[in-house]
């Protein structure tokens, strides 16, 4: 009995610090960048903006309304042309399992640059 009280305080005081996180991640406008394939060849850099919808599909687990939910999503893909990049972003990123896709876009000389 004594042990789960333990193990008890211990998960509450995880699930605080996760939440003070998460707070702290939303005010300071954090950006979580998927990056998708190597630079080689002819490949381009684009940039396809993400958002999460309020039930995702992971594999085997269904994971309803995400606390990243309210943070920017960018998928940086290394891709031939922008078709390719739309196509590998859903293929990597299904829209059915809840992943809200813009169109790829060229990065900016200034993204490829950091790269």
């Given at each position: 009995?004594?042990?789960?009280?333990?193990?008890?305080?211990?998960?509450?005081?995880q699930?605080?610090?996760?939440?003070?996180?998460?707070?702290?991640?939303?005010?300071?406008?954090?950006?979580?960048?998927?990056?998708?394939?190597?630079?080689?060849?002819?490949?381009?850099?684009?940039?396809?903006?993400?958002?999460l919808?309020?039930?995702?599909?992971l594999?085997q687990?269904?994971?309803?309304?995400?606390?990243?939910?309210?943070?920017?999503?960018?998928?940086?893909?290394?891709?031939?042309?922008?078709?390719d990049?739309?196509?590998i972003?859903?293929t990597?990123?299904?829209?059915?399992s809840g992943?809200?896709?813009?169109?790829?876009?060229p990065a900016?000389?200034?993204?490829?640059?950091?790269?």
């Amino acid at each position: 009995m004594r042990q789960a009280e333990v193990e008890r305080k211990a998960a509450a005081t995880q699930l605080a610090d996760a939440q003070r996180r998460l707070k702290i991640a939303k005010e300071d406008n954090y950006v979580i960048i998927h990056e998708v394939n190597d630079p080689s060849g002819s490949r381009r850099l684009f940039v396809v903006p993400m958002t999460l919808g309020s039930t995702l599909t992971l594999g085997q687990n269904v994971v309803k309304d995400c606390k990243f939910r309210s943070v920017k999503h960018l998928v940086e893909i290394w891709a031939e042309n922008a078709d390719d990049a739309n196509r590998i972003a859903r293929t990597n990123f299904p829209p059915d399992s809840g992943f809200i896709l813009s169109k790829a876009m060229p990065a900016s000389p200034a993204a490829m640059a950091a790269e």
